[in-house]
């Protein structure tokens, strides 16, 4: 080999090794003192994101509520179940069993400055629904999937409001 080809060699190789030092650096823990993320905070974050992927058929009901829960599909068994056949916007007239919306609210204790409802899917879909709009929906349910699942039915809103899996209902 000659002088001007080893010359290259010798500085491709320098360049490379520079490169993974770098890269090496780069991967390499952070010694960042400006984190100022509490441990409080970081339980917070974990306690939603557990929430969020919650397990089928329970749901955690919170935010301005009287009386905070886990409803589940053997405590909505316990309660008021209709049946009805209403009309999915994309399905067509469909068959649900469930409990109303308007008996949930008396047992969750829905405080009167609650003006919306975030309800949380277990796949993290989540849907904001202004708390009028759900009141004004007299054959609005919780229904019972025979998969063990609960889905919120709202005859007459679009079907981004209807929520399968519902893991959590968070009144604002």
């Not at 001007?4 to 030092?21: C, D, N, P």
């Not at 010694?31 to 974050?45: F, I, K, L, Q, W």
Request: glycine share 8%; charged share 20%; aromatic share 4%.
């Amino acid at each position: 080999m000659n002088g001007k080809h080893r010359r290259y060699l010798v500085l491709v190789i320098a360049l490379l090794a520079m490169g993974l030092g770098l890269l090496a650096v780069a991967c390499g823990e952070s010694d960042d003192t400006n984190d100022t993320t509490s441990s409080t905070e970081a339980t917070e974050v974990t306690e939603a994101t557990e929430s969020v992927a919650g397990t089928s058929g329970n749901i955690l009901v919170k935010g301005l509520v009287d009386n905070p829960m886990t409803l589940t599909v053997d405590t909505l068994e316990e309660m008021n179940v209709v049946e009805m056949t209403v009309d999915h916007p994309k399905l067509g007239m469909t068959d649900y069993r469930g409990v109303r919306f308007t008996e949930l609210f008396a047992a969750m204790g829905v405080q009167d400055s609650a003006a919306a409802v975030t309800m949380i899917a277990s796949d993290g879909y989540m849907v904001e629904i202004p708390l009028g709009d759900l009141k004004a929906c007299e054959d609005a349910i919780l229904a019972l999937g025979d998969d063990g699942t609960i889905t919120v039915v709202i005859p007459g809103m679009e079907t981004k409001n209807w929520v399968k899996d519902v893991v959590s209902l968070d009144f604002k």
